[in-house]
C-alpha cells in the first residue's frame, strides 16, 4: 500500500515538539546520570522516558511499522529489515544534556526498503526544526518561525580538498582497542600538515551529536562528517536531510560508496557545484596512508 509520507513528516515534527518540551523540562546531573558500557557512554532517565512517548505514539499511529530505538535496542536481536521502520533517538548528544551544552537533540528517522525517507531531528535548546521527505528538499525551521530551505547558501561554493575544509568528526565512546586507533588516527592526519604526511584541514569539530553534525553538513556549515562508531539512529534522520540539501553519504571504509544504514562508518559531504567525490577520494587517501 502506499505510504503517506506527508503525515508521517507531520507526526514526527509533533512528537519532536512534544520530546523537546520533555527534555527542556528535564534537570540531569553529571553525578545522577547512569552509564552503560563505560563512563564515557550516558544515559539518563530522560532519554527512556522520551524513547516510551516516541514509540507509544508512532506505534499506535503506524502499528503495522517497526520501531527501532537507542535505548531499547538489544545487539544481536534488533535486526533493521525492509520493512517500514522508525529509527529514533531520543536524545542524540547526551553527554551535551547532562552538561547543559546546548548541542543536543531529538532524531527521528523512517526507513523504507533500508532507505532513509523521511528525517526530522529537533535542537530544543535552539528550537531549530530540520526536516526532509524523501525528493521533497530539505528545510529548517527556526523558532518555530522562519523555514529556510537547506543548504543555507543560495550558491554553495565548490569543494576544493580537505585543506579547506572544516570537518566535523567525533570520538564517540569506543575509547579503547583498534577502533579507537583508527579515530586517533584521522584526527591527527586530519589536522597535521603536509609536511607531516596530514591534510591539515581548516580546523576539526567535535559537536557531541552526530545527528547535528549531520544538519551542520546539509545546512552547509561544516563541509564533511565523518565517524566511525555511531548507530543507525544516530544517522538516519539526518542522512535524509542531507541527501535533500545535495549531500552525499559515502562510507567510512575506504572504496565504500553505497554504506549501509546500520553500518557503522559514515563519510557525509555537503552539496557543491564540484568536488564530493574527489574529497571523498582525498578523505580515504588520507586515513589510509
Ligand atoms: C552519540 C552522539 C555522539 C557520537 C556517538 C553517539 P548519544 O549519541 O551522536 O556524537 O559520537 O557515537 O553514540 O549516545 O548521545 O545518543
Redesign the pocket.
Known amino acids: 500500500a502506499d505510504i503517506n509520507l506527508q503525515e508521517i513528516h507531520d507526526l514526527l515534527i509533533s512528537v519532536a515538539e512534544e520530546a523537546g518540551r520533555m527534555i527542556m523540562a528535564a534537570t540531569p546531573s553529571q553525578l545522577s546520570s547512569g552509564t552503560k558500557k563505560n563512563s564515557a ?2 544515559v539518563t532517565e530522560t ?1 527512556q522516558a522520551v524513547e516510551k512517548m516516541v514509540s507509544t505514539r508512532l506505534m499506535s499511529a503506524y502499528p503495522t511499522f517497526s520501531f527501532i530505538g ?1 535505548e531499547t535496542f538489544v545487539a544481536g536481536s534488533t535486526k533493521l529489515t525492509e520493512a517500514p521502520t522508525f529509527i529514533v ?1 531520543p ?5 551535551n544534556f547532562v552538561h547543559a551544552f546546548p548541542a ?1 537533540c531529538i532524531s527521528l528517522g523512517f526507513v523504507v526498503d533500508k532507505i532513509p525517507t523521511v528525517g526530522v531531528i529537533f535542537n530544543p535548546f535552539l528550537e531549530e526544526m530540520y526536516t526532509a521527505i524523501k525528493g521533497r528538499g530539505a528545510y529548517v525551521t527556526v523558532h518555530g518561525r522562519e523555514k529556510l530551505r537547506l543548504p543555507l547558501k543560495n550558491e554553495p561554493e565548490p569543494l576544493k580538498d580537505l585543506s579547506t575544509c572544516l570537518v566535523g568528526a ?4 569506543d575509547r579503547s582497542g583498534v577502533n579507537f586507533e583508527l579515530k586517533s588516527k584521522v584526527f591527527t592526519k586530519l589536522a597535521s600538515s603536509k609536511e607531516n604526511g596530514g591534510a591539515m584541514v581548516h580546523s576539526l569539530r567535535c ?5 547535528l ?1 549531520l544538519a551542520a553538513v546539509a545546512a552547509g556549515q561544516q563541509d564533511i562528517f565523518w ?1 566511525g ?3 543507525a ?2 544517522v538516519a534522520a539526518g542522512w535524509c536531510i542531507l541527501n535533500e540539501a545535495g549531500g552525499i553519504m559515502a562510507s567510512g571504509n575506504p572504496g565504500d560508496w553505497k554504506p549501509e544504514i546500520d553500518g557503522r562508518k559514515y563519510l557525509a559531504v555537503r552539496t557543491a557545484p564540484s568536488g564530493q567525490r574527489e574529497i571523498v577520494e582525498e578523505f580515504w587517501k588520507v586515513i589510509g596512508d
Open positions: 557512554d550516558l532519554d537507542e533517538d536524545i542524540d548528544g547526551t553527554t543536543f567525533e570520538w564517540g565512546s559537536m557531541g551529536s552526530a545527528a553534525n565517524e562508531g555511531c548507530w539512529w544516530d
